[in-house]
């Protein structure tokens, strides 16, 4: 039974605020042991825990998986999770950030595909530092490609090249909407 403080409010953290706790640690270990080794590698672990999270990809059985989420949760429960939420946190917006960009370049290949010269020459403006000459021949050939159906290898090199310029200029960059 809970004791009241002088508050009228409980002295300790109620059942369920314990669960949930407990479930916010299962669930950022999860986190840790679906990330990759490299990005693993810069959140800055206790040693024990770090043993768990490798120990824990390598089970196959799901009750001993199981378990060993438990482990790491309760290890978590004796670390300072901050710093490791703060990390996640920067891995994650890096990862919108990155699919943003890749977003970007779809379209403007998409746009200069599907469009007229026009898209060509308004990213050749808000982009000066792009070999015009290259860029043209590079959406010439791939809309060849699209009308006879074969395999869209110029439209790769495309997007390749829209991509090297956009973060070369980033800064300068002009995105769509």
Same mark, same amino acid.
């Given at each position: 039974?809970?004791?009241?403080?002088?508050?009228?409010?409980?002295?300790? %953290?109620?059942?369920?605020?314990?669960?949930?706790?407990?479930?916010?640690?299962?669930e950022?270990?999860?986190?840790?042991?679906?990330?990759?080794?490299?990005?693993?590698?810069?959140?800055?672990? %206790?040693?024990?825990?770090?043993?768990?999270?490798?120990?824990?990809?390598?089970?196959?059985?799901?009750?001993?998986?199981?378990?060993?989420? *438990?482990?790491?949760?309760?290890?978590?429960?004796?670390?300072?999770?901050?710093?490791?939420?703060?990390?996640?946190?920067g891995?994650?917006?890096?990862?919108?950030?990155?699919?943003?960009?890749?977003?970007?370049?779809?379209?403007?290949?998409?746009? /200069?595909?599907?469009?007229?010269?026009?898209?060509?020459?308004?990213?050749?403006?808000?982009?000066?530092?792009?070999?015009?000459?290259?860029?043209?021949?590079?959406?010439?050939?791939?809309? *060849?490609?699209?009308?006879?159906?074969?395999?869209?290898?110029?439209?790769?090199?495309?997007?390749r090249?829209?991509?090297?310029?956009?973060?070369?200029?980033?800064?300068?960059?002009v995105? /769509?909407?």
């Amino acid at each position: 039974m809970n004791e009241l403080d002088d508050d009228s409010g409980y002295s300790r %953290p109620s059942k369920s605020a314990l669960k949930r706790e407990s479930q916010a640690l299962e669930e950022l270990g999860q986190q840790l042991v679906a990330l990759p080794a490299e990005q693993l590698a810069g959140i800055p672990l %206790p040693d024990e825990l770090a043993e768990a999270i490798h120990t824990a990809r390598r089970i196959s059985s799901f009750s001993a998986l199981k378990r060993q989420r *438990k482990f790491i949760a309760k290890l978590l429960r004796e670390t300072d999770v901050e710093p490791i939420h703060a990390r996640l946190e920067g891995l994650n917006r890096s990862s919108a950030q990155s699919i943003h960009r890749h977003h970007t370049v779809e379209r403007w290949r998409d746009r /200069m595909l599907e469009g007229d010269d026009g898209v060509v020459d308004e990213f050749l403006q808000s982009h000066p530092g792009a070999d015009r000459q290259k860029l043209r021949q590079l959406v010439r050939d791939a809309r *060849k490609e699209q009308q006879a159906a074969a395999a869209p290898r110029s439209a790769r090199l495309l997007f390749r090249y829209l991509r090297q310029v956009l973060e070369e200029g980033r800064g300068t960059e002009v995105e /769509m909407d």
